[in-house]
């Protein structure tokens, strides 16, 4: 299973940025969970969203009403819709996913916010 994560870049605050994460091996449909995660320089790795197999949505509470996480089921690509971001929103963003027992993760793309 690999997980191919992109769209990062560098934007200003209150920019969009729209990140995908295409999966080869499994389908996204079939996933317990695909989720975005973020670690930013010196700190740990934390959770930012997460899309259930049902459809469910969790998000961290400080991007709740920001960022928006979604699938497209024929693309086997799970997005990861970035509005009005801010410098703390800085990090690199990974795609993670869970089938079955066995989480996989992919590399990570830069998100850098300036303000």
């Known amino acids: 299973v690999q997980l191919q994560a992109s769209g990062g870049g560098s934007v200003q605050a209150g920019g969009s940025l729209r990140l995908s994460c295409v999966a080869s091996g499994r389908t996204v449909f079939s996933a317990n969970v695909m989720g975005w995660y973020r670690q930013a320089p010196g700190k740990q790795r934390d959770l930012v969203a997460t899309l259930t197999s049902d459809g469910s949505t969790n998000y961290a509470d400080s991007v709740k009403g920001r960022f928006t996480i979604s699938r497209d089921n024929a693309k086997n690509t799970v997005f990861l819709q970035m509005n009005s971001l801010e410098p703390g929103d800085t990090a690199v963003y990974y795609c993670?996913?869970?089938w079955g027992l066995g989480w996989y993760s992919g590399q990570g793309t830069q998100v850098t916010v300036s303000s």
């Open positions: 993670k996913a869970r």
